[in-house]
């Protein structure tokens, strides 16, 4: 099936500390690819997308992502997190139809 | 704000019961998404509209759901006769796009609907 897995459960690091949220895919042809987070009792808010092109991609918030085809992966990452990105993370693939196939989020719990 | 917005916030209803959400998408995208979301998980497709048709639902959405959305403006789900495996964050999203790039265009999520069914 196609799908994305977000291997870990949570992500603790220290603030100022670099940040790499884990996702990897499983898809057919060429995948389009979405970073998203969500806050407590918000919506889920768009991060970045990776279509074609640059394998690094630059998004909201200081967030980049590097896609690599040969090991079918899509991390997030951020140079030096913050407290305030202490959130709930999902890597999607979009599949046909624009339809989303999310993963199961990672918490990242950012320590002061 | 011209974000997706959806109403109510918070439904709390009776097994057995039918309950109606509203999802208002941003003005010129042209899709619209259902998706349910239960605690620990990833949200789940359930059903989506180009305009007014609604193209496609998963096996997910069973009799018991409807989606309508007249005009192509907002959008409606309704769940019928619910039960406690109702349960759930519904999330709406909408994009724009058609055709074969469409799965290129970001979605952009309302606030979801939490219903409990007691």
């Known amino acids: 099936a196609q799908s994305v897995a977000q291997p870990e459960d949570q992500v603790n690091v220290a603030e100022g500390n670099p940040l790499t949220v884990k996702c990897t895919y499983s898809?057919?042809?060429?995948?389009?690819l979405f970073w998203y987070v969500q806050y407590p009792n918000r919506g889920l808010q768009f991060l970045l997308k990776?279509?074609?092109?640059?394998?690094l991609v630059k998004g909201s918030y200081g967030f980049e992502a590097e896609f690599n085809k040969s090991q079918t992966s899509f991390h997030l990452k951020k140079p030096s997190a913050l407290v305030s990105d202490s959130a709930l993370y999902f890597c999607?693939?979009?599949?046909?139809?624009?339809?989303?196939?999310f993963g199961k989020g990672n918490q990242v719990v950012v320590i002061p | 704000d011209t974000g997706v917005s959806q109403d109510p916030r918070h439904k709390i209803t009776k097994r057995g019961q039918n309950v109606t959400f509203r999802c208002d998408p941003i003005?010129?995208?042209?899709?619209l998404y259902w998706y349910r979301q239960t605690l620990g998980q990833g949200p789940e497709f359930l059903t989506y509209?180009?305009?007014?048709?609604?193209?496609?639902k998963s096996r997910l959405l069973s009799d018991r759901f409807s989606a309508e959305r007249p005009k192509g403006s907002f959008s409606t789900l309704e769940i019928q006769r619910t039960e406690q495996g109702d349960s759930a964050m519904y999330l709406c999203?909408?994009?724009?796009?058609?055709?074969?790039?469409?799965?290129?265009?970001?979605?952009?999520f309302g606030p979801g609907t939490r219903l409990t069914v007691t």
């Open positions: 898809v057919s042809g060429n995948p389009y």
């Open positions: 990776y279509i074609t092109g640059d394998n």
């Open positions: 509209f180009q305009n007014e048709a609604q193209l496609e």
């Open positions: 999203a909408s994009s724009l796009g058609a055709g074969g790039l469409a799965g290129a265009y970001e979605q952009y």
């Open positions: 003005s010129e995208h042209n899709r």
């Open positions: 999607a693939v979009s599949l046909r139809n624009n339809r989303l196939a």
